[in-house]
């Protein structure tokens, strides 16, 4: 295979970053214009400032008077953003810029179209006692969100003063929202009652846990708990009433995917693709099945001790792998980062994730790769200050989910699971259940089906019946998707973009490519969309994305 020289290839990228900058130019007569990317720092640090809510006596503002400011104020921020001169940056620093337009996207949207302070009771729940796997939690939430996970009891003064601040802002807020909720989306309402409900249950479980802190703390909780409490009694009183679709309709989300998900393809594009992954792994997942036929079924584990001794030893297992087969550099914290989340065992009916756990604890420490983000985030945070945080909009989610998704079937292929063949076919299993919520989802938002219709679906298509319509997991995934356009369908559109991204690396370095420094790279860039990872990683903007960053 023959490479272009070093001199060609600077050339290259220097054409591209003159392409790109082109298509940003400010608007006619607009004479000054920035040109630094620590500018383009600055203006980051302005921008999020500019994004929280305003702040009343310590609780967020989401009423329709700030909203109408907030969005009226947005078109000045986004002609400042458009002034940028990028020319002469690299490709990273245009990176930057796609990042930030982007996040300034997400906050259009939601005037425009989510409303989510409007429209979405979940909207207002912030207690959390489960630390999410993603950089920031998955969907729209409202300002100061309280994690209760984060913090070690019994409590310190410091953190019990903290929690029971945020604790004295839920009364007001949830005041508020039986102002500011006024929206006609059937199914957005009805599982967002059972969404406040949930916070109400997490209040009284933490309350229980309280023992010496302050009595003025566990009077905040049960005041947090008593307005959540009343809150449902007032969604309930008007969930018959609300008869609207829940969906942003297709035109919305071709929007969405490309202004601020920035991915590269339509809403139609991705039903043929889900179509195409769901089809892939259940033949595939047909033909090891046949392979395997002989073999003994996998049963799951049964007891605590099995359940100690196999998830302990499958940590082990998986990082000896990488680092034996020189897939990946094993970083020291590794280790513990996934071991605290090995979680206990339980006894009663398995949800589908444990399904698949309880045969096979390594096939679920591949899609682990998610504490590997979050410890390079603690451990080695991003030297750029655009990268080193949680980016807004979980615009993140296609390299993160994406990335998670795909590692399982690479590290499939790479041999992971040979010496238990009866595990491929877990990977198979996991892939149709992706693909069929994924396609839940794009029905949802096209409005053409309810959420319990895309929960039945999504039932109907994943194997063996491991997937319950019984169980809380079809529908609070259903409801987050529905929340968030682009979510259910990211893990695999996500792996696919990755894909082409591992293959074009393949290419340009031949026989010099290494899987463990590929990875090294990967890590590097930090977690902005696939399609920039790709632009980074490569060097070459290719014609679909480039369409996709124009303004």
Known sequence: MRHSSPLLRA??????????????????????RLRSHDDLVRFFTEWRQFQRPKLVDGVPDYTAPAMT????????????????????????????????????NGLDFDHRVLKPWANNPAYYVTVFSDQSDQPAREGPFAYGSIELWSYAYPLSASDAATIEAGMRAIPPLLAQARTNLVGDQRDIWHYGIGAIRDQSGELARFAERLTSEPASLRASVAAARAATDSLVTWLEARASRKTGASGIGIANYDWYLKHVMLVPYSWADEVLLMQRELARSHSFLALEELRNARLPKQDPIATAGDFDRRFGASIAEYLDYLR???????????DQALRERLGRFSSGPLEFFHQVDYRDPVVMRTHGYHWFDLGFMKHEPHANPIRRGPLLYNIFISRTEGHATGWEEQMLQAGMFDARPRSRELIYILLAQRAARALGDLRMHANQATLEQAAEFTVANVPRGWLSIKGNLVRFEQHLYLQQPGYGTSYVIGKLMLDRLLMRRRQQLGESFSMRQYMAAFDAVGLVPASLVEWEMTGELRDDVRKMLRP
């Open 11 to 32: 050339l290259t990228a220097l054409v591209l970053v003159s392409t790109v900058a082109s298509s940003q130019a400010a608007p006619a007569g607009q004479s000054q």
């Open 69 to 104: 400011a907030q969005y009226r104020a947005l078109t000045s921020m986004k002609r400042r953003l458009a002034a940028f001169d990028t020319t002469g940056w690299s490709v990273a620093q245009q990176v930057d810029y796609q990042v930030v337009r982007a996040e300034m």
């Open 324 to 334: 034996e087969h020189d897939l990946y550099t094993v970083k020291p914290w590794m």
